[in-house]
């Protein structure tokens, strides 16, 4: 396997742009809105919820990283998925994660073009008009223009982080003037390590299950790297314990410096539990700030799931799973029309979230949950059939998954069992129906269109 492949795209992303776009697509704002919900959840004890998260979430990408090193492709773990178990699997993978991503997209813009709305006194539509085609254009003009984009915007949420896991410790530790040491007091206070006892950890799991969704993004960008298998295992190897230092540090000066009790879903900047902390500090204008790096965040990840939208339809198209005009790309080697179909469904689901028909948004979004368990589970399938036949060819190479077969069993069981908590948490449980109605409908599709045999090939060759 030569080190470029020849997908009909660039090769103009660098080993730093894809370890920095794995990071800023799992830190979004998410990571600065949401954290409460599972600490308050599970009390400091989420730290647990996020090591198994976190435990699955290595494992899983462990398991791509080796089918991406050997095989690197834009459609990834949905060209896996087809090589697997055939066109439908892999049809099936790869719209229902582009379905996500536009979803996450019309998501993240409406929230970012709320904040700005209100700094400027405008209409909530002119930001995210102005956003969507300044970063339409960024992805237009070349692969190495976006990678150069999403790096300094991941690169600007990755130092917030770091000041504020060093901010965190100072407090802690009262090595801020007019602060003592915190001690244990909210840690381990009245209520212990665990007050909820292990159901609250089970809740705090079903919280955090899907925090550090966003990581596979790299590997569809691996296939435009200039050497995919040295990138993809640079990338996968660094990512993973980056975004685990980021999420459990985080959490866990969350949980020492604020009552657990106290915390929740943040609407806003203002209720952040990282503004909250910050305040501790008395660094004036933090809420300010904290809008910025929240509205950063966003668009960061809107840039990501642009391009993984485009490339994800324009790699369909390759294999005759889309129209064939989306297999196309320009003089730049970018898919434009595949772009320019993603531009168009942001706007969609961002006009959806405007319009907000009753019932239709709810059950779109609470698909957007469930799609990602479909994901990890395709993604374990397709390493468990691929593995020996990838051993069996001299692949495998750079990153290899440990244990085969059984740790890849293990951690198809332990998404079975996020499965289960879903099912019994009620609010959850519409989260499993809603996914399969979307599988339901994209599975009817796969099998009503046939592909001509002319076209019955991957695009990684």
């Known amino acids: 396997m030569s080190a470029s492949i020849n997908t009909g795209l660039g090769h103009g992303l660098r080993t730093r742009h894809l370890t920095m776009m794995g990071l800023g697509s799992a830190i979004g704002a998410g990571l600065f809105?949401?954290?409460?919900?599972?600490?308050?959840?599970?009390?400091?004890?989420?730290?647990?919820?996020?090591?198994?998260?976190?435990?699955?979430?290595?494992?899983?990408m462990r398991m791509l990283g080796e089918m991406v090193a050997a095989r690197p492709s834009s459609g990834s773990f949905s060209d896996y998925a087809e090589q697997a178990f055939g066109r439908w699997a892999g049809f099936s993978v790869g719209w229902l994660y582009w379905f996500m991503m536009v979803m996450i997209m019309g998501a993240e813009m409406t929230g970012a073009a709320a904040i700005m709305a209100s700094w400027f006194g405008v209409p909530a539509w002119i930001p995210a008009l102005v956003s969507v085609v300044i970063l339409a254009a960024v992805n237009l003009l070349s692969v190495r223009g976006f990678g150069e984009f999403e790096f300094w915007f991941a690169f600007i949420k990755v130092a917030v982080i770091i000041a504020f896991l060093v901010i965190g410790a100072l407090l802690i530790f009262g090595?801020?003037?007019?602060?003592?040491?915190?001690?244990?007091?909210?840690?381990?206070?009245?209520?212990?390590?665990?007050?909820?006892?292990?159901?609250?950890?089970?809740?705090?799991?079903?919280?955090?299950?899907?925090?550090?969704?966003?990581?596979?993004m790299v590997t569809i960008a691996a296939a435009e790297s200039e050497d995919p298998q040295?990138?993809?295992?640079?990338?996968?190897?660094?990512?993973?314990?980056?975004?685990?230092?980021?999420?459990?540090?985080?959490?866990?000066?969350?949980?020492?410096?604020?009552?657990?009790?106290?915390?929740?879903g943040a609407q806003s900047a203002a209720d952040s539990p990282y503004t909250l902390v910050l305040e501790q500090a008395q660094i004036p204008g933090v809420v300010g700030f904290m809008e910025i790096v929240i509205v950063v965040a966003l668009l960061s990840a809107f840039n990501a799931q642009l391009y993984g939208s485009s490339r994800l339809c324009y790699s369909l198209a390759k294999r005759g799973d889309a129209p064939a005009i989306f297999a196309r790309t320009g003089d730049n080697q970018v898919p434009t029309p595949a772009l320019l179909l993603s531009v168009f469904f942001a706007f969609v689901s961002v006009g959806l979230q405007w319009w907000n028909p009753t019932g239709l948004l709810d059950f779109l979004l609470n698909a957007v949950g469930g799609c990602l368990v479909v994901i990890w589970v395709s993604i374990i399938a397709s390493y468990l059939r691929l593995h020996p036949q990838l051993a069996r060819n001299g692949e495998i190479s750079g990153v290899q998954m440990w244990g085969y077969p059984w740790a890849a069993w293990g951690t198809l069981l332990s998404v079975a069992a996020i499965v289960a908590l879903m099912l019994a948490d009620a609010a959850a449980r519409t989260q499993v129906y809603a996914v399969l109605v979307?599988?339901?409908?994209?599975?009817a599709i796969a099998f009503l269109t046939r592909r001509p045999a002319t076209l019955n090939g991957t695009d990684h060759h």
């Open 33 to 60: 809105l949401g954290t409460g919900v599972g600490i308050r959840t599970a009390g400091p004890a989420v730290l647990i919820a996020y090591l198994i998260t976190g435990i699955i979430t290595v494992l899983i």
């Open 175 to 216: 090595g801020l003037p007019g602060h003592s040491f915190v001690g244990t007091q909210h840690f381990l206070g009245e209520h212990g390590f665990m007050p909820h006892g292990w159901s609250g950890v089970a809740a705090g799991l079903l919280a955090v299950a899907f925090a550090f969704g966003g990581i596979e």
């Open 230 to 264: 040295r990138s993809i295992t640079t990338a996968v190897n660094s990512v993973i314990w980056r975004i685990g230092i980021f999420y459990i540090g985080s959490v866990l000066v969350i949980a020492f410096l604020l009552p657990f009790d106290t915390l929740g």
């Open 438 to 443: 979307i599988c339901g409908v994209i599975l």
